[in-house]
């Protein structure tokens, strides 16, 4: 009888088995297609800008559309993930990106590429918010759990450099429309997939925290927290002052809304824990980094070196093959060794040198002598401090606050790389524009515009490296 038990266990523990690594594949799946949508715009810019008939401020909205619903709602529909189920949120995002995504796709004017661009913001936060909680609940065991944060994260920062090279490959050889339409088929593979193999799940219930005022406060405080950032260039300064200092109100009156409310949208214990804040905090300094390098690294080779879309983003592909290779075959034991705390560690060393040898970066550069090098090193670097960082912060979440930790750490991965994006951009520009004003050529001036970002860059990591240092310090495991 005992022997007849074991057999008829036996099926059912490998089915498990395999459901979890399955589901695994299908959130990679989805986060997959919302990342490479934020990365495969940027080198069909300059198409979409001739096509359209973008002005210079303009174009930027084709980027600002997406990351202002999708950082301000990060955080509400993790909420509301582990209130409706993280299952329900996860495939009603991957709807409405793909929807969406063809909308941008058929667009002939900017009216309805920006909108669009916007909707898919909005399913994209819905996907993206909810899957670091799925996948800690899918794997608790410590080991298995990095190994699968080890694949999720590998996913995410190689599709981040596979956007770029995607970008260039579909804008040359067939035009901007491409980067948009294929997700169509991504995906409706993905909704089908998620709808088949992610277990279903029913949630708290909406009335254990559907706290709507609270929720209109955070969303408000966090998309115009993003509009600040990424239009900062392009206002004056009276006017970004006013409004960071309503942001600022909006917080203040939700983090008092919640310290008083019976069922509140967000836990304020949540902050409290150590591993959470600190490693939220060192997220934003390490992608305003990351995200500063590939875009002021793709113009860089574009402008300076002279390269085409295709060549820029071929130039990128050493980045996720390093991440991929690294992260999959050996972070999850690097990790397990070492621990967390110093593989971070050892993993921003790697950044800051990358991004000081990428700062000597010369008018008359090469790619093999003067990109290639740091690029390896900072492809290095991430792949180890992202999977640590990722488990370090999840792992300072309880269960039932899964979901909202998930879109707390999405959101700080928002906020950190357009705040890279805003600030490195804004000193390039300015330097440029001085020297250009000073009679320097207008390569040469591009060039050293680009020097300044990148130096900036090695100092913010620097940040990144030293908070982590003192925050994380303790946790080894």
Known sequence: MALVESRSRTPRRTQRTYSRWASLVVLCAG??????DGNIVTVAMPAIQSDLGFSGPGLAWVVNA??????????????????????????AGLAVFTAASVLCGVATGQGVLIAARAVQGVGGAMTSAVVLGMLVALFPEPREQARAIAVFSAVGAAGGALGTFLGGALTEALNWHWIFLINLPIGVAAWLAAVRILAPDRGAGLGKGANYPGAALVTGALMLTVYVIVGAGDRDLT???????????????????????????????????RLLSGA???????????????????????????????????????????????????????VGRFGAYRVLLAGLLLIVVGMALLSRAPVDGSYAADVLPPLLLLATGFAAAMPALTGLAMSGAREEDAGLASGLFNTTQVVGGSLGLAVLSVLAASRTEGLLADGTGPVTATAEGYQLAFRVATGIAVGALGLAAVALRGRRD
């Open 239 to 273: 006017a970004t002052l006013l409004s960071a200092a309503l942001a600022l109100t909006l917080f203040v009156a939700f983090t008092l809304r919640q310290a008083r409310a019976a069922r509140p949208l967000l836990r304020l214990r949540l902050f409290g824990s």
């Open 280 to 334: 939220n905090a060192v997220q934003i300094l390490m992608i305003a980094t990351m995200y500063g390098f590939q875009f002021i690294g793709a113009l860089y080779l574009q402008r300076v070196l002279g390269y085409g879309e295709l060549l820029t983003g071929t130039a990128f592909l050493p980045a996720p093959i390093a991440i991929g290779v690294l992260m999959l075959g050996f972070s999850a034991r690097t």
């Open 66 to 91: 997406y990351l202002i619903p999708f950082g301000g709602l990060l955080l509400l529909v993790g909420r509301l993930g582990d209130l409706i189920g993280p299952k329900r949120m996860f495939t």
């Open 31 to 36: 986060t997959l297609m919302t990342i490479l």
